[in-house]
């Protein structure tokens, strides 16, 4: 079956610019969690979702960060105003329930470098 | 809170020779320890995890981990390694909450 998938794979901004990174999880995966990668650190944790509901986002670093998940399927993550510290690599996961035993199965990112 | 720290940013080591990758938690409640791998330029896969079932855990591509309370640790081993295996390795943790916490993850390098 499909595994997680992000898109854009690769995306540039300039700084100020609005940019939109799209989350396509597992089908039937409740659970959906951003984290972000700067580089040569591990993922930090941004938000998390059970169907549509943001029941954490206690990771997003500013309010120019935003993410939703409407019909609880897909999931944006929206940076508004870009600044060269975004430059990371954004990654995306799903879990079927959001059990904290649970396997969280990741995409292969969106790396953002922002100039 | 939960927190990972993973002792050695790069470890190198001979093909056939074993590898040990260390990795000690910190958590208030009891835990739950994951390793992931990641090649260049993709997603981190899910190499092994401890859920409290049994403290020795094996995982894909001949690794296993020990967990052990009394030393905070969950060290990843693999008894001979192969030029396929370099890539990087995260330690994770969860507790309460399903988000992970990850360590700074260590560069696995295999030389002939």
């Known amino acids: 079956g499909a595994g997680v998938s992000q898109s854009p794979r690769y995306k540039v901004a300039k700084r100020g610019q609005d940019v939109a990174l799209r989350c396509d999880p597992i089908s039937g995966h409740v659970s959906l969690f951003w984290y972000q990668q700067a580089l040569g650190q591990g993922p930090e944790f941004l938000t998390y979702?059970?169907?549509?509901?943001?029941?954490?986002k206690s990771g997003l670093p500013s309010d120019r960060f935003f993410a939703e998940r409407p019909e609880g399927s897909v999931s944006t993550l929206k940076i508004q105003r870009t600044q060269q510290e975004d430059s990371a690599v954004y990654l995306c996961?799903?879990?079927?329930?959001?059990?904290?035993?649970?396997?969280?199965?990741f995409g292969p990112g969106t790396r953002l470098l922002v100039l | 809170a939960q927190s990972v720290t993973q002792l050695g940013s790069h470890v190198s080591v001979s093909e056939g020779a074993l590898v040990l990758l260390r990795c000690n938690y910190s958590?208030?409640?009891?835990?739950?320890l994951f390793w992931y791998v990641q090649y260049p330029n993709q997603g981190l896969q899910l190499l092994l995890k401890?859920?409290?079932?049994?403290?020795l855990v094996k995982g894909i591509n001949g690794f296993e981990a020990e967990f052990k309370k009394s030393e905070t640790s969950f060290h990843l081993t693999k008894p001979s390694a192969h030029m396929s295996d370099a890539a990087e390795y995260f330690c994770a943790v969860t507790g309460t909450a399903s988000k992970l916490t990850f360590g700074t993850g260590t560069r696995l390098q295999v030389t002939l």
């Open positions: 401890y859920t409290s079932a049994a403290t």
């Open positions: 958590s208030s409640v009891p835990p739950y």
């Open positions: 979702f059970q169907n549509e509901a943001q029941l954490d």
């Open positions: 996961a799903s879990s079927p329930r959001g059990m904290s035993e649970e396997t969280q199965y």
